[in-house]
């Protein structure tokens, strides 16, 4: 959690007061909101890794101040916390993607768990938007290959930051790495390293082969993982 930003949004202080010291013991940069009003204020000021809130907040009826949250694009994961957890906000909440639901008292070792993966995920899909926005770029190169089948490097470019685009606006898990939701990602990643290497002599570019190394630094470090 070092270094993680984290907001917590409760409308009891004795909760925010325990959440803050927590987070802030384990390495972690806190912000604190007693309302919906004061969270959009903090987004609106600060990027956060995830987001711990609570069910029966002002401004969250049926749940929608979390349910228009999940929605933006490149939302932080939302961890919803109750200690009253009825039949409607439970399905409610199942229904939408969240990263986890937790009943208080807390258990903190579980919270501790749940939360460090996310961060990581949050991590790596900062790494994935980044290598996104990398391969749009070199996409509009005046001196890359034109289209040319499946095979071409343009092709294989293309299909990769689609790829990385749908990983990237994808709600996080949490349930960590699922093979069947990452299996088109980790294809696609095969896929242009086997290409940039087949046309690296063709194409003696300093940024595809950056490109390539840092693609293959990512299939290593999964199997790491």
């Known amino acids: 959690m070092k270094n993680a930003a984290i907001l917590v949004v409760d409308d009891d202080s004795l909760t925010r007061d325990m959440l803050e010291a927590w987070c802030v013991h384990f390495g972690a940069h806190c912000v604190t909101a007693a309302s919906t009003t004061e ?7 600060d990027t956060f890794d995830v987001i711990l809130c609570d069910v029966h907040l ?10 228009a949250l999940v929605a933006r694009p ?5 961890v919803m916390i109750t ?4 039949l409607e906000s439970t399905l409610g909440a199942a229904n939408l993607p969240i990263a986890g639901y937790l009943v208080k008292p807390l ?3 579980v919270l501790g768990d749940l939360l460090g993966r996310l961060i990581i995920e949050q991590r790596q899909r900062g790494e994935l938007r980044a290598l996104s926005q990398e391969a749009a770029r070199l996409l509009a190169a005046p001196d890359l290959e034109p289209a040319g089948g499946r095979d071409s490097l343009r092709e294989r470019l293309l299909h990769l930051t689609s790829c990385l685009s749908s990983e990237v606006r994808r709600p996080a898990r949490a349930a960590g790495f699922d093979p069947a939701a990452d299996a088109p990602l980790r294809s696609a990643i095969l896929d242009t390293i086997t ?3 087949r046309t690296k002599r063709s194409f003696r570019s300093k940024e595809l082969g950056e490109l390539r190394a ?12």
């Open 39 to 45: 969270a959009d204020a903090a987004l609106a000021r």
């Open 214 to 225: 840092r693609l293959q630094r990512m299939l290593l470090a999964e199997t790491a993982a």
């Open 195 to 197: 290409v940039l290497e």
């Open 74 to 78: 490149e939302a932080p994961a939302v």
């Open 58 to 67: 002002p401004g969250n009826q049926r749940l929608g101040w979390v349910r």
């Open 83 to 86: 200690g009253n957890p009825e």
């Open 107 to 109: 258990d903190f070792t």
